[in-house]
């Protein structure tokens, strides 16, 4: 099942953000698969701890990029990423609820697909703009 469809629109101009991205709309398409095709617990756990471990390398690769290139807005866009990690706490437990029986709802899977979009047309083109032969 496809939550998010990538389309060029998603792009930043810069290739190592832009693969970064389309692995992200990936796994939150294959966390959207489990979810609402009911895979199960132990799916849905290992789907979105891959999705969560692709975050944190993609916001280290983000990170180094923003330290090599002297990125002025580097403090608000860290920010940005500690917060969604604070985020992910939350959401995180909501995943583990689903073997006791609880359902996520689609508000989880609506959560993260905003939260890219937003990540990529809020934060990253602007890093992308500021990385010289992007």
């Known amino acids: ?19 970064d ?3 992200l709309v ?17 799916f849905c756990r290992d789907a979105f701890g891959q999705l969560v471990e692709h975050v944190q ?3 280290a690769m983000e990170e180094r990029l923003m330290a090599e290139h002297g990125y002025l807005d580097a403090e608000r ?3 940005h990423h500690a917060t969604l990690f604070e985020e992910v706490r939350v959401l995180s437990d909501a995943i583990e609820a689903i073997g006791a029986g609880a359902s996520p709802s689609v508000s989880l899977l609506d959560f993260l697909e905003v939260w890219l979009k ?7 083109r602007s890093l992308a703009a500021a990385i010289p032969g992007s």
């Open 26 to 42: 990936a796994l939150i398409n294959r966390l959207a698969d489990g979810l609402t095709n009911h895979k199960g617990a132990a």
């Open 1 to 19: 099942m496809e939550w998010i469809l990538w389309d060029e629109t998603m792009n930043t101009g810069h290739a190592g953000l832009d693969e």
């Open 57 to 59: 390398q993609h916001f």
């Open 77 to 79: 866009h860290k920010a």
């Open 118 to 124: 937003h990540h990529i047309d809020g934060l990253d």
């Open 21 to 23: 991205h389309r692995k």
